[in-house]
């Protein structure tokens, strides 16, 4: 079998996840970061600005420039919360919810397509080795963190 790291040099490459940018929704060219944000603030009830950065792993600088964009795009709205107007609560707006779930639902697709090459058995070892690969990693001591 290949190397471990040869296997996932090529599934990230075959992911797309070195490309600049993962989708085009009418007018909007959304960087993969940008995916994943509005993806966990669709996924979550009034989710923090914090709550977000924390799930991704992105540190809150860096998230609060994708943040500005975002709204700048009018794809995601920024509002203080009621209950501390120092935490900015994230929702997505009609247009912002209109990008995520095209790009949800190209998403889908496209992994559709991939598992259509597989059997049923094919389909549910891949899916059950990625739960465990995920397992595995959220146990890591260096989880999101490669050692170099």
């Known amino acids: 079998m290949e190397n471990k790291r040869e296997i996932f040099h090529v599934l990230t490459r075959r992911l797309g996840l070195l490309d600049k940018n993962c989708c085009a929704v009418g007018n909007f060219e959304i960087s993969i970061v940008q995916s994943h944000i509005l993806y966990e603030i669709d996924k979550h009830f009034e989710p923090s600005m914090q709550q977000i950065a924390e799930i991704l792993a992105i540190d809150i600088t860096t998230f609060s420039r994708q943040i500005q964009t975002l709204v700048k795009m009018d794809l995601v709205k920024k509002t203080p919360s ?39 058995f094919e389909r549910e070892t891949v899916l059950r080795s990625l739960q465990l690969l995920n397992e595995a990693m959220s146990k890591s001591s260096v989880c999101c963190k490669p050692l170099y």
């Open 82 to 120: 009621t209950i501390d107007k120092r935490v900015s609560i994230l929702s997505l707006t009609v247009q912002g919810k209109f990008v995520a779930t095209n790009i949800d639902h190209s998403m889908n697709a496209y992994l559709d397509e991939v598992f259509s090459h597989l059997n049923e």
